[in-house]
Nanobody, 122 residues
Framework: QVQLVESGGGLVQAGGSLRLSCAAS????????LGWFRQAPGKEREFVAAVNWSGGSTKYADSVKGRFTISRDNAKNTLYLQMDSLKPEDTAIYYCAARRGIVEVTTGYDYWGQGTQVTVSS
Protein backbone atom coordinates (compact mmCIF):
# COMPACT_ATOMS: atom_id res chain seq x y z
CA GLN A 1 0.00 0.00 0.00
CA VAL A 2 1.16 3.52 -0.80
CA GLN A 3 0.67 6.52 1.45
CA LEU A 4 1.07 10.03 0.11
CA VAL A 5 1.28 13.03 2.42
CA GLU A 6 1.27 16.59 1.12
CA SER A 7 2.72 19.59 2.93
CA GLY A 8 3.69 23.18 2.25
CA GLY A 9 0.29 24.74 1.69
CA GLY A 10 -0.73 28.01 3.28
CA LEU A 11 -1.87 31.57 2.74
CA VAL A 12 0.07 33.79 0.35
CA GLN A 13 -0.54 37.09 -1.40
CA ALA A 14 -1.03 37.28 -5.13
CA GLY A 15 2.31 37.28 -6.90
CA GLY A 16 3.93 35.23 -4.15
CA SER A 17 5.35 31.71 -4.15
CA LEU A 18 4.82 28.43 -2.37
CA ARG A 19 6.52 25.05 -2.61
CA LEU A 20 4.44 21.96 -2.05
CA SER A 21 5.93 18.61 -1.12
CA CYS A 22 4.49 15.12 -1.26
CA ALA A 23 6.22 12.39 0.72
CA ALA A 24 5.54 8.80 -0.20
CA SER A 25 5.81 5.77 2.04
CA UNK A 26 4.93 2.12 1.91
CA UNK A 27 6.48 1.56 -1.49
CA UNK A 28 9.10 3.19 -3.61
CA UNK A 29 7.52 5.24 -6.37
CA UNK A 30 10.58 5.50 -8.58
CA UNK A 31 8.78 3.68 -11.40
CA UNK A 32 5.54 5.68 -11.13
CA UNK A 33 4.33 8.81 -12.86
CA LEU A 34 3.50 11.39 -10.17
CA GLY A 35 1.05 14.22 -10.50
CA TRP A 36 -0.53 17.21 -8.81
CA PHE A 37 -4.23 17.96 -8.98
CA ARG A 38 -6.34 20.65 -7.35
CA GLN A 39 -9.94 21.24 -6.41
CA ALA A 40 -11.42 24.66 -5.77
CA PRO A 41 -14.68 25.15 -3.85
CA GLY A 42 -17.65 24.24 -6.00
CA LYS A 43 -15.49 22.96 -8.84
CA GLU A 44 -14.34 19.59 -10.05
CA ARG A 45 -10.85 18.36 -9.39
CA GLU A 46 -8.49 19.31 -12.20
CA PHE A 47 -5.09 18.24 -13.41
CA VAL A 48 -2.20 20.60 -12.64
CA ALA A 49 1.07 18.89 -13.54
CA ALA A 50 2.75 15.51 -13.85
CA VAL A 51 6.27 14.12 -14.08
CA ASN A 52 7.43 10.75 -15.35
CA TRP A 53 9.46 8.22 -13.36
CA SER A 54 12.85 9.72 -14.21
CA GLY A 55 11.87 13.37 -14.02
CA GLY A 56 12.79 13.80 -17.64
CA SER A 57 9.28 14.34 -18.97
CA THR A 58 6.65 16.71 -17.62
CA LYS A 59 3.16 17.90 -18.49
CA TYR A 60 1.35 21.03 -17.29
CA ALA A 61 -2.13 22.42 -17.46
CA ASP A 62 -2.27 25.53 -19.61
CA SER A 63 -3.41 27.57 -16.63
CA VAL A 64 -0.15 26.99 -14.73
CA LYS A 65 2.37 26.66 -17.55
CA GLY A 66 5.30 29.01 -17.04
CA ARG A 67 4.42 29.63 -13.37
CA PHE A 68 4.55 26.17 -11.76
CA THR A 69 7.39 23.65 -11.85
CA ILE A 70 7.01 19.99 -10.94
CA SER A 71 9.99 17.90 -9.88
CA ARG A 72 10.80 14.75 -7.96
CA ASP A 73 13.58 13.26 -5.88
CA ASN A 74 13.43 9.49 -6.16
CA ALA A 75 16.11 9.02 -3.52
CA LYS A 76 13.82 10.77 -1.04
CA ASN A 77 10.60 9.35 -2.51
CA THR A 78 9.30 12.90 -2.67
CA LEU A 79 7.41 14.98 -5.21
CA TYR A 80 7.50 18.79 -5.36
CA LEU A 81 5.50 21.60 -6.91
CA GLN A 82 7.11 25.03 -7.03
CA MET A 83 4.38 27.62 -7.51
CA ASP A 84 5.40 31.15 -8.51
CA SER A 85 3.41 34.21 -9.55
CA LEU A 86 0.41 32.86 -7.71
CA LYS A 87 -3.05 34.18 -8.53
CA PRO A 88 -6.27 34.15 -6.50
CA GLU A 89 -7.68 31.61 -8.95
CA ASP A 90 -4.97 29.18 -7.85
CA THR A 91 -6.76 28.88 -4.50
CA ALA A 92 -7.68 25.22 -4.00
CA ILE A 93 -6.86 22.04 -2.17
CA TYR A 94 -3.84 20.49 -3.86
CA TYR A 95 -3.47 16.72 -4.07
CA CYS A 96 -0.57 14.56 -5.14
CA ALA A 97 -1.20 11.27 -6.88
CA ALA A 98 0.63 8.33 -8.39
CA ARG A 99 0.03 5.97 -11.27
CA ARG A 100 1.87 3.69 -13.62
CA GLY A 101 1.96 4.80 -17.21
CA ILE A 102 2.95 7.73 -19.37
CA VAL A 103 2.88 11.31 -18.18
CA GLU A 104 0.63 12.44 -21.06
CA VAL A 105 -2.37 10.56 -19.63
CA THR A 106 -3.96 12.67 -16.89
CA THR A 107 -6.49 10.12 -15.65
CA GLY A 108 -6.31 6.74 -13.98
CA TYR A 109 -4.27 7.70 -10.93
CA ASP A 110 -4.29 4.90 -8.34
CA TYR A 111 -2.97 6.53 -5.19
CA TRP A 112 -3.95 9.88 -3.68
CA GLY A 113 -2.89 12.03 -0.77
CA GLN A 114 -5.26 13.86 1.59
CA GLY A 115 -4.51 17.28 0.18
CA THR A 116 -3.08 20.58 1.36
CA GLN A 117 -4.87 23.92 1.24
CA VAL A 118 -3.44 26.76 -0.81
CA THR A 119 -5.07 30.16 -0.46
CA VAL A 120 -4.00 33.15 -2.54
CA SER A 121 -5.28 36.53 -1.43
CA SER A 122 -5.71 39.44 -3.81
Amino acid sequence: QVQLVESGGGLVQAGGSLRLSCAASGRTLSSYTLGWFRQAPGKEREFVAAVNWSGGSTKYADSVKGRFTISRDNAKNTLYLQMDSLKPEDTAIYYCAARRGIVEVTTGYDYWGQGTQVTVSS
